[in-house]
């Protein structure tokens, strides 16, 4: 069964079937399917502002949202979650290793394919799953400025619980891209951001060396993907009601960071 679960698996994540998704999901034709792809992942229909007006399900996948429907937790030492989604993981980071999920470890310097890893040692990180039904656009979680950005070629093997279950080092393999930013007192964090089947663009939205409010949109997603939060040690304090497997919004507080 697991072999057959990793043909599966390895099948779907082919360029070729990349692409033809892409393809599919981007034509008119497709427009047809919002309203069952709806029904079957159950979308808050109270969030989709224009029904009618989406040119393909691509367009629909990355629908926004009222601003007024994601409040951002106000706070000048509030950090929040950037995305809507899953938390599978948690937890501080170990001898330069964290785990993501189903006690799969990961080497920060591969994840995050970054020269100065040393203050990612011992700091906290989160992983968010976001599903089919959330809303896939990516806003920034604190003021910072972008200080480097890299994207890192990879596979796109499904980072839902077939792929992660399946795969060793899912997430050190599938296309990602990686921001680190650094806050006016000096802390450092970064967010990766995972692709995944169907995911034809990891769209980022900022330049490098720009300061960026919180709550800004900064990308997106189109179709399944993963977000990866990762902060320096002893710079953030995580909000005590995070646990795995929780459901969180964008917007929604998950813990304070150091302003001075």
């Known amino acids: 069964m697991k072999l057959l679960k990793k043909a599966v698996v390895h099948s779907?994540?082919?360029k070729s079937f990349g692409k033809a998704f892409d393809i599919a999901c981007g034509s008119r034709f497709s427009k047809l399917f919002?309203?069952?792809?709806?029904?079957?992942?159950k979308v808050n229909r109270d969030e989709i502002r224009h029904p009618s007006q989406y040119k393909s399900l691509a367009d629909f996948f990355v629908r926004d949202i009222c601003p007024t429907l994601r409040p951002i937790?106000?706070?000048e030492d509030v950090v929040i979650s950037p995305v809507d989604g899953k938390i599978v993981d948690l937890g501080f980071a170990k001898e330069h290793k964290i785990i993501l999920a189903k006690n799969n470890t990961y080497s920060i310097p591969e994840l995050l394919s970054y020269e100065d890893v040393e203050?990612?040692?011992?700091?906290?990180?989160?992983?968010?799953?976001?599903s089919p039904r959330n809303y896939h656009r990516i806003h920034m979680p604190f003021s910072a400025r972008?200080?480097?950005?890299?994207?890192?070629p990879g596979k796109v093997f499904p980072v839902n619980n077939l792929g992660?279950?399946?795969?060793?080092d899912l997430f050190a393999k599938n296309r990602r891209t990686c921001t680190v930013f650094?806050?006016?007192a000096g802390c450092k964090f970064a967010l990766i951001k995972v692709g995944a089947l169907g995911v034809g663009k990891i769209v980022s939205s900022f330049q490098v060396g720009q300061e960026i409010t919180k709550g800004a949109e900064i990308g997106r997603f189109e179709f399944g993907s993963t977000v990866i939060l990762f902060f320096e040690k002893n710079s953030f304090l995580p909000d005590k009601q995070l646990t795995a497997n929780m459901e969180i919004k964008m917007g929604q507080k998950i813990g304070t960071i150091r302003i001075r």
Do not use: C, H, M
């Open 12 to 14: 779907i994540s082919r």
């Open 34 to 41: 919002i309203k069952p792809y709806i029904r079957l992942y």
């Open 73 to 75: 937790a106000p706070g």
């Open 119 to 130: 203050a990612f040692q011992d700091g906290y990180y989160l992983n968010i799953y976001l």
């Open 146 to 152: 972008a200080i480097k950005y890299r994207y890192i």
């Open 164 to 168: 992660v279950s399946t795969i060793k």
């Open 182 to 184: 650094e806050t006016a």
